[in-house]
């Protein structure tokens, strides 16, 4: 009996124990890995053909670290000495100025309207190409400062096996960001096994243009075509995917309308956004327990709220993730 | 001897029958299928990794018939009466007067501005999801005149074998098209098998707004977000794709910056433009052998002197196709 149960039973018993192995047990795994099995089972009423199985997943915060600050922000502050260099007249001008001082608690002060300003300088006027190099040197070379790591190291593990997940299960995974769509496509395939065009994210224009030597270039312009947060983003997914995802994952208020665009499809849909209550292990701040305001990643007292309401699931860090990084 | 001959090559020997049978042995046909066979044997130097392989597509007049005219105009001339029942002040004034009096011969004069404002009233103002059943239902009814058959019916077989050969090779394979994203995504996967993520078209802007109901939608504007012509096809590849693709077939001016686009990355890369020199088979015009001009798929002299100077391939329909359409 024993060795019966054994040899027929064990497969199960393993494939089952691999699933998401650094999510611990609760409703939160639960419920993805039934919404998964639901969709996928030909034989299920909330069946879904292959070709729309699509899940999109909020890239800072959600996939990755996003404190003390996006990781993007980070890299556009790098670069301003580096331009300071061949633009001197930078270094009497504010907000530029505030940046070179290399002041971090005057730089966290910047407003929006600063921070739009030096990211437009810092990302555009160049060619795509150009910036493609830029990206990947800094990538190289730049470190988080608490963990001692390349940024590229901060993302979530949990995160990582349920993308995987949804991909063996025939899903396209994709990356809806509020970050730039081509500063996140530079790492997204080594970091997430996410091709460029499953990238949507904050778009300049770019112009068709002829370089020097007669060769067609892409310039990047100061000017946004796609401001991929809030209801960008459902913009974005339909510019970009032209079908309605059937489950989305976020952390922030940028990605509400996300959450609301995807569950209002017909047929099973699947919603959750990521706390981060776990400040031993990660960060803390959102609005649950008395976390704190954060401007960084900011989830209102509001959208939790309507994630109760709307029955989306919310992803505690401390309860639901057995280990948050690789490392 | 015989025998082991059949055994051993005639499995060879049908399977190179069958690569791209309505296409004429020559030298079109063979550029194809070595560039197909150099960039997905591994031990070629010119091996490109299966994530790299993107091939891009013009739709009207490279895929399908544009003549007499681009059925997506067919579709927006054909909304006009019914727009009218609603907004009876369109009956009087140009130059939806001109549409609503059926004259072709009227209809064919309007200017582009003109149409511009037509297909701006027929393709906005309602939620995407609105406009995908308006576009179904078209697609159902509507018949080309000389054919009398529905337009998706005139796809040409030689391009439609093509393009299954490049994916049975690993290729991604996009239509980049100056005609409608929404309205050529409402079709492609039936047609072509090619989903609507992989549709890149000139697109309006969507807004992300609330229905009487409360339920999210995307509302089309009447303002143009990606005009997906000239070097807004590199523009729209670069957005949509995140990298430049190796293959890219085209047949009129508003092609020539996407094949040059292609061509100037580095490693093997293949672009070809469809000449339509066939007015038996299909239409004729264009720059070679005194061909009439057109407005609607224009091929001039200047991009014919391109591609024979940038060793670009010309796909002359009459020699090049044993077969042009399915039926």
Redo the contacts between chains.
Sequence with gaps: MKAYFLIFCLPFILQAQEILPSWNEGPIKQSIIEFIQKTTDPSSVDFVPV?DRIAVFDQDGTLWAEHPLYSQLVFVFDRIPQMAKDKPELKGKEPFKTVLSGNKEAMMRLTGKDLMEIAALALTGMT?EQFAIDVQKWLQTARDARWDRPYIELTYLPMQELMAHFRKNGF?TYIVTGGG??FV?EYA?DVYQI???Q?VGT?P?????YNQEG??V?MKLPKI??NDN???K??GI??????RPIAAFGNSTGDQ?ML??VT?GSGLRLAMLVLHDDAIREYAYGPADGLPDTKVGTFTQDLYDQALKSNWGIISMKKDWKQIFSF
Tied chains: 1, 2.
């Excluded at 339909?238 to 079908?243: A, E, P, S, T």
């Design positions: 070709e795509t396209k769509q081509d496509r395939w091709p460029p065009e990238v778009a224009e770019v112009k068709f243009s060769m067609p892409l075509l796609l809030y209801g960008g459902p913009e339909h510019l970009m995917i032209g079908k309308q609301e665009y209002g």
